[in-house]
């Protein structure tokens, strides 16, 4: 069975940084693309960031760019978000996600709760 | 960047009753359109995988459908009282790989 645990979420100040976990087990991590979603409160699903398997290539939404930076450790079977200079807006369940292909997610984890606020 | 737009809204629908949900994609995305289901306080599940395949233990009233590349639905033939839900498409673009999603339909019971 795959499993997806996010870790790290909490409170922080406008301005201010949060670094995102998520641990990986029952999928060959270090065979698939690995990405972030996030979903604001009463709000729809966005995609934040993704990353190859190799951890050679990472895409970002034009909103986080330059802001946020996705990681991985293969031999940690690890997959991470560095969250910097973090806005309201930014506020938002975290989910670590998943999939064989790359162009769809078949497994979600079970979120992690960001909220950027004073 | 591809836009998918999902209609309607809200659906208002009684247990047994069709569902029958839309997704229009800005420009074609092929066959490469997924579907997923969230409930209250739970992560999204995949229902639907490149426009018409059931995901793993979805039920047989659920299927999906595509035409032209750019017109998907989504359809749930007798609403079960666990599938009022909210829906959401999703694509993803060739280059850069990034992931877009629709911005959801609510399934409310009527």
């Known amino acids: 069975e795959v499993q997806l645990v996010e870790s790290g979420g909490g409170l922080v100040q406008p301005g201010g940084s949060l670094r995102l976990s998520c641990a990986a087990s029952g999928v060959t991590f270090s065979s698939y693309w690995m990405s972030w979603v996030r979903q604001a409160p009463g709000k729809g699903l966005e995609w934040v960031a993704n990353?190859?398997?190799?951890?050679?290539?990472?895409y970002y939404v034009d909103s986080v760019e330059g802001r946020f930076t996705i990681s991985r450790d293969n031999a940690k079977n690890s997959l991470y978000l560095q969250m910097n200079s973090l806005r309201d807006e930014d506020t938002a369940v975290y989910y670590c996600v998943t999939g064989p292909t790359g162009y769809r997610v078949d497994h979600w984890g079970q979120g992690t709760l960001v909220t950027v606020s004073s | 960047e591809i836009v998918l737009t999902q209609s309607p809204g809200t659906l208002s629908l009684s247990p047994g009753e069709r569902a029958t949900l839309s997704c229009r994609a800005s420009q074609s995305v092929g066959s490469y359109l997924a579907w997923y289901q969230q409930k209250p306080g739970q992560a999204p599940r995949l229902l639907i995988y490149d426009a018409s395949n059931r995901a793993t233990g979805i039920p047989a009233r659920f299927s999906g459908s595509g035409s032209g590349g750019t017109d998907f639905t989504l359809t749930i033939s007798s609403l079960e009282p666990e599938d009022f839900a909210v829906y959401y498409c999703q694509q993803r673009d060739n280059w850069p790989p990034r992931l877009t999603f629709g911005g959801g339909t609510k399934v409310e019971v009527k």
């Open positions: 990353i190859r398997t190799d951890g050679s290539e990472k």
